[in-house]
Structure formats: structure tokens, C-alpha cells
């Protein structure tokens, strides 16, 4: 309910993508997604749309057309040889809101994390305290990128960078190189993924 999660996150990166497309470039011609390998498709259903001051918002521009009890169906490409790493991140970060954070960050003297909410800082790290543990998304995304138990950031980073960059042939070849392959899905989607991992 909080709309960080992967997936909700997934809906308001793409519902930022959809942003004044018109009903031909949603439903005939596609989307440019920068997050989808080089020469994917993928279709949508959303019903977070972006208002004209560019705020997530549950009613419907007048402008988007053909949608169902609140949903709306679009078709996201990359018709590009590869995705694109820096989009596809700064699309991830813009997913947080820290732009937000100003008054959170004068109030709270800068320890906010995401969508101006306050957070005190973590403890240094000592012989008690110190490991991040990390569930749900970053261990698929962990276990997708083949990135060992205890990873750093620049490990992920760099992992992350090679996927974006990569066709979908690639991908899904990458893919098949595990011993339990993601499905098909979940494949087009490990760039954004493992980008809002990383942000």
C-alpha cells in the first residue's frame, strides 16, 4: 500500500512513461521504454495515470482514452539494440520522490529517505550491527545478476549496467545460464528491477 514496493513501483515508473501519449502511440505504435532490452514488447494494464502538473493520481486525464473501470492498456517497446542503463536509472531514482525531501531534509537535519519521510541514520557498523539484509526483490535480482551472498554496491552497479545494456537475445540467453532460469516476464523487466534495487 505504500507504492515503493517492486511492483507498484514497476506501475508508477511506466505510468510516468504513458505520461500524454495519445491513444495510437499507447495501443498501435508502442511506448519507448528505456528499461526493456534492445528489441523487447510489453504490454501494460495500469490505473495510475499522471495528472498535468506530472503527480500520480488514480482519475483518468481526459486525454486517455479506452480505459476500463479505472485501467488502461498500453504497449511498451525498446526498439533500440540494447536498453539503456542511465535512463532506465534515473527513471528508478525518480520513482523515490526525493525531491521531497527538502523540508524533511531541513527539518530532520538531512536524514530522510524517500518521499520526504524522516529517517535517523543506522548505526556504524561494528561487531554487533553492520550487514544490510535484504528479502523479496533485491534477493531475485541478487540471484538473477549472479552476484555472491555479500555483494557491494559497485557490484551491483555493475551487474546492473551489463543487463540494461543488453538486447533481449541477450537477456534471455543470460537467463538460461542459471541453474533455475527466471521466467519470461520477469526477464524484460530485471533492468528496472535491479536499477530501483540499486537507487
Request: aromatic share 12%; proline share 4%; with cysteine.
Amino acid at each position: 500500500f505504500l507504492y515503493f514496493g517492486l511492483n507498484e513501483a514497476r506501475n508508477r515508473f511506466q505510468a510516468q512513461l504513458l505520461a500524454g501519449s495519445s491513444p495510437n502511440d499507447r495501443l498501435v505504435a508502442g511506448v519507448h521504454n528505456p528499461c526493456l532490452p534492445g528489441g523487447a514488447k510489453q504490454e501494460t494494464r495500469l490505473n495510475i495515470y499522471i495528472n498535468d502538473q506530472g503527480q500520480e493520481t488514480w482519475q483518468a486525464p481526459q486525454h486517455v482514452e479506452g480505459s476500463d473501470g479505472g485501467y488502461y492498456q498500453a504497449i511498451l517497446r525498446n526498439d533500440k539494440d540494447t536498453g539503456n542503463f542511465d535512463e532506465c536509472l534515473e527513471y528508478a531514482k525518480a520513482t523515490l520522490h526525493l525531491e521531497q525531501n527538502s523540508w524533511c531534509d531541513f527539518a530532520h537535519k538531512g536524514e530522510c529517505a524517500v518521499n520526504g519521510v524522516a529517517m535517523s541514520q543506522l548505526p556504524e557498523q561494528s561487531e554487533h550491527f553492520g550487514e544490510f539484509l535484504a528479502f523479496s526483490n533485491y534477493y531475485h535480482v541478487w540471484q538473477f545478476l549472479g552476484l555472491p551472498e555479500r555483494a557491494s554496491l559497485e557490484q551491483l552497479y555493475n551487474a546492473t549496467e551489463s543487463v540494461c545494456n543488453m538486447s533481449q537475445q541477450e537477456l534471455v540467453a543470460f537467463n538460461r545460464q542459471h541453474g533455475s532460469p527466471a521466467d519470461d516476464s520477469e526477464v524484460n523487466d530485471i533492468c528496472f528491477r535491479s536499477s530501483y534495487a540499486f537507487s
